[in-house]
């Protein structure tokens, strides 16, 4: 698995009904393409938007493409995973509107092949579909944000959670940004508890505010998320440089991982900063992730 797989940074959302911009999507330079079935897309155009994706599916493209289906207990969602749930093409789905575990759960044995093929003659068809896809929770409630913990860790395929934050902003009747902190810690904590990746921010809704979006990537990056999902590739280099070390956090963790070789134990370096276990642990993870550009 390369270090960009293990370290997604980008994840670009483009809408379903438009393959002309999902291609495009591919050659942009994203980490990971997010195509959107639920909120991109209008009513009347949802049936096609699937077709779409399901036909671009159809072969492995060339990253790592996700899906996010319409609203886990919506009418549509269930058609959504019969047609896109086990294409060749597709790294991952995306739940929106995720409240509880049990929608977490349903959905899991909903794409598992040894559950939706439990039928008479039908186990060599399971065989040959493999294991379900896995799958990333989007928290977009209030009622999910105090779930979330048990959501994170409601079952093995989920893989990853992440904030819709327009849709709990509009709940929460929040005004300013701050007023997401706690929860988006929440969240953070959560992922970490359940042993899942750091989750990426929400998205940056306005494409022309590039200095806002890189204030906003170092606000992120402090409360301890990883990455952040996009909605024009122009976000995409803003966020990547905002999330790999510095020149300055590399060399740190260089010093600490010499240090560390030196001597195994707890440590004071010349410049007074105390190295443990924890320290070097840390400092592995910087190089790592320098490691993926």
Known sequence: MTATALFPLTWLYVPGDRPHIVAKALCSGADV???????AVAPDRKEYARAATAELLSEPPPVPVHVRINAVDGP????????????????????????????????????????????????????ALGPGP????????????EHAYAIASAHPSLCGV??????????????RDSGLDWCRARVVVA?????????????????????????????GRALGFLGRAAIHPRQLPIIERAYLPTDR??????????AATMDRGAQALP???F???????????TLALARRC
């Not at 393409?33 to 909120?39: K, R």
């Not at 819709?164 to 929460?172: F, H, Q, S, T």
């Open 76 to 127: 549509l969602a269930a058609a959504d995973l019969a047609v896109v749930a086990h294409r060749p093409g597709l790294a991952g789905l995306r739940v929106p509107k995720v409240s509880t575990p049990a929608q977490i759960v349903r959905i899991a044995l909903a794409t598992d092949p040894a559950t939706a093929w439990a039928r008479p003659g039908t186990a060599a068809a399971a065989h």
């Open 275 to 285: 190295v443990d276990a924890a320290v070097v642990a840390a400092a592995r993870r």
């Open 33 to 39: 393409v997010v195509i959107d079935l639920e909120d």
């Open 134 to 145: 896995p799958l990333h929770a989007l928290l977009e409630t209030a009622l999910a944000i």
């Open 249 to 258: 956090e590399l060399e740190e963790a260089e010093t600490i991982i010499k």
């Open 191 to 219: 992922a970490r508890a359940a042993g899942l990746p750091p989750p990426p921010q929400s998205v940056h809704p306005d494409i022309r505010d590039l200095e806002g979006l890189a204030a906003s990537c170092a606000h």
């Open 271 to 273: 410049d007074g900063r």
């Open 162 to 175: 992440s904030i819709g934050e327009a849709d709990l902003r509009a709940d929460l009747g929040v005004r």
